[in-house]
């Protein structure tokens, strides 16, 4: 599986590079990035509230991998808008192997924006971190990264049924998860309800790790919050694996692969 | 009046299109969550008192939007259909076609406003007074007008772009900050302030909170006169970029493939 996942990445970086030269990325979508972090630390500012332009800001800085990595569920149906999903289908690697490979530019894109926010914008800012809590929060980051590709695989495997839908999907996605999972405010602003479902959502426990490491550096309390990180994104991979694996099925029985939408 | 009939026809060749395609809807399906997380974050912080930024705010960023959008769309989307070329040979003045579709489209994402105060009413359980009514339509109406003559600047630059899409993508949160669309410029550093005071959207962003805010708008007249001078600029501007773009592509034969 982890060589169908690799040469599937192949076309990863084809993508990217099509979409992006080092300098659109760099001026074009890294600044873009910046300024979406600076954006909401401003509100702080606007809020008079030294402690909300941190929390803000980090709420963020992360935020903006998660971001990025919810391209997956546009570039997912790339696929079937070039026709070569049914010729995919007709190869004997599974489906979902092919595709958890097929938009892995993400992953290292996000991250490397997300790190450039949080530790070249942030210090600018007066946001400094420790070299211990930074190399710590590096690693999180990745893990959050890839645990939240696993949760856009999810929404992509839906979005390949309707393909029409998949920017809506996708940003609808990113915001519900920004509204409720401590980016903004506290997850134990909402009710009890809400505050139960983020759970399920790896970044509510990265972001809580990354917050932690920053106001407190590294602890043994951290252990706990990493591990649901790392339980809830191979639970979402499972997940993901699992619908690509249905849309398969039900699209070879039905012929709705190359035809629907 | 050949301009005000190949506009027309754009305008509702535009609405044909968007039609049944959820990505033009995007903003608008999007703005009640942006609400969401902007209201949230003044109630959380107990200062009920911004919650009309807040109502605003999600409000400009789709009109914003919208206009980005159909700006990088509609040249994306007619290259890749091979219609681009027919739309300039066409006797029809493409730029009126151009602002016809831009002006549909962003017209129709004053919605978002509406949606984004009924969001915001509905969150902060009343509903959000808006003090100064002709003066908010007056300031929308202009906003719109140079909303658009902006979009038809960044249509411009996009017909030599590779991919529109990268600066569809980059020009949001800059021009969000720019625009103070929910922070004042004027709490910007003032290396900030003064670039930002030339994008239209800072003025409009000011005016609109003043207007929706119970204390007396001041010169009225003299900004609705700014931001209709910096979309009268933007028209100029693209016009003069279209021309010169077009001519460039024609003569260089890379215009479906820039």
Known sequence: MLSVITAASRVAWADMRALYSPVTWTFGWLGRILAQVIFFALIGLLLEDPDAVVFLFIGQAVMVTVVEVFFTVASTTWEKKAGTLPLILASPAALWAVLFGRSLQWVPSGVATASAALFVLGPALGIGWSIGAAVLAVPVLILVSLSMYAVALTLAAAALRTPGWRNVLGNVGHLGIMLGCGVVVPVTAWPAGVQLLVQAVPLTHGLEVIRALHTSGPSAELLAPVALLLTTGLGWAAVAAAAFSLFASVGRRDGSIAFSE | ?258
């Open chain 2, 1 to 258: 009046m050949q301009l005000l009939t190949a506009a027309a026809a754009g305008f509702r060749t535009q609405l044909r299109h968007m039609r049944g395609n959820a990505d033009w809807m995007l903003s608008l399906i999007t703005t009640p969550l942006l609400t969401m997380v902007f209201v949230s974050m003044f109630l959380y912080a107990d200062r009920g008192e911004l919650i009309s930024y807040a109502v605003l705010a999600p409000g400009l960023m789709a009109m914003w939007s919208t206009a980005l959008l159909t700006a990088g769309e509609l040249i994306s989307f007619e290259r890749e259909n091979g219609s681009l070329e027919g739309l300039l040979a066409a006797p029809a003045p493409f730029a009126a076609v151009l602002y016809g579709r831009i002006a549909a489209v962003t017209a129709l994402s004053l919605v978002g406003f509406a949606e984004a105060w009924l969001v915001g009413s509905l969150m902060a359980g009343f509903p959000v007074p808006v003090a100064h009514p002709w003066a908010l339509a007056a300031a929308v109406m202009v906003t719109v007008g140079a909303m658009t003559c902006w979009a038809a600047v960044m249509s411009s630059v996009f017909v030599l772009a590779r991919s529109a899409r990268i600066f569809q993508n980059s020009l949001s949160y800059p021009f969000f900050v720019l625009g103070g669309v929910l922070v004042p410029v004027s709490l910007l550093p003032v290396w900030v302030e003064v670039p930002a005071r030339m994008v239209f959207l800072s003025w409009s962003s000011d005016l609109l909170r003043d207007a929706i805010t119970p204390a007396p708008v001041e010169q009225l007249w003299l900004r609705l006169l700014v931001i209709t001078a910096l979309g009268a600029a933007g028209l100029a501007l693209s016009l003069l970029l279209l021309d010169r773009a077009l001519q460039r592509v024609k003569r260089t034969g890379r215009l479906t493939h820039a």
